[in-house]
């Protein structure tokens, strides 16, 4: 069976034994609700726009001052 789903044997054996003591398979943190997803994405969104923004500003200003000290 482990062949056929192509993973080890020994992954397999875990789950069954993990099955069989009524364990849950997947230890994962719970999902975050959508709002709150949106929400972070909103603000990665925005920090990444400002990033970006600074990122343009140094470039100019390394320009400025290497044609200043020629």
Not at 40 to 43: F, H, K, M, V
């Given at each position: 069976m482990a062949r056929s789903l192509e993973i080890l044997s020994k992954t397999l054996a875990n789950w069954v034994y993990r099955a069989r003591k009524g364990?849950?398979?997947l230890m994962c943190v719970p999902?975050?609700?959508?709002a709150e997803i949106e929400a972070?994405?909103?603000?990665l969104r925005q920090e990444n726009a400002r990033s970006r923004l600074e990122k343009e500003i140094l470039k100019k200003a390394a320009a400025y001052f290497?044609?200043?000290?020629m």
């Open positions: 364990q849950a398979l999902a975050k609700p959508v972070e994405l909103s603000r290497a044609r200043e000290s």
